[in-house]
Nanobody, 123 residues
Framework: QVQLVESGGGLVQAGGSLRLSCAGPERTFYAMGWFRQASGEERDFVAA??????????ADSVKGRFTIYRDNAKIKNTVYLQMNSLKPEDTAAYYCAMGTSGWGLDSSDFASWGQGIQVTVSS
């Protein structure tokens, strides 16, 4: 079972910033992504990055505000989500995900999930 460990969530005021981190398996090179689920809603795609870090994809709602990047130099490959200019509608549980290949960035390409971490943005 793949273990993905998220950290960095919390409470922030609108306009503020947070950085989420996700430590993945040791020395594996799969695409990684972030999804979110607001209360009572379905889980939605947020951002994804290929194994090399050269290709990224974002949901329209976060383009220009969120940045996904990764550090493959760490023993446990780590992916980050830098979230700036946060809005109350960004409030959700955020889930780290690992892809089934190094390249696929569609929502259906992700099959392993972290436990989720809460991000709350107050107005």
């Amino acid at each position: 079972q793949v273990q993905l460990v998220e950290s960095g969530g919390g409470l922030v005021q609108a306009g503020g910033s947070l950085r989420l981190s996700c430590a993945g398996p040791e020395r594996t090179f799969y695409a990684m992504g972030w999804f979110r689920q607001a209360s009572g809603e379905e889980r939605d795609f947020v951002a994804a990055i290929d194994w090399s870090g050269d290709t990224t994809r974002y949901a329209d709602s976060v383009k220009g505000r969120f940045t996904i990047y990764r550090d493959n130099a760490k023993i446990k490959n780590t992916v980050y989500l830098q979230m700036n200019s946060l809005k109350p509608e960004d409030t959700a549980a955020y889930y780290c995900a690992m892809g089934t290949s190094g390249w696929g960035l569609d929502s259906s390409d992700f099959a392993s999930w972290g436990q989720g971490i809460q991000v709350t943005v107050s107005s």
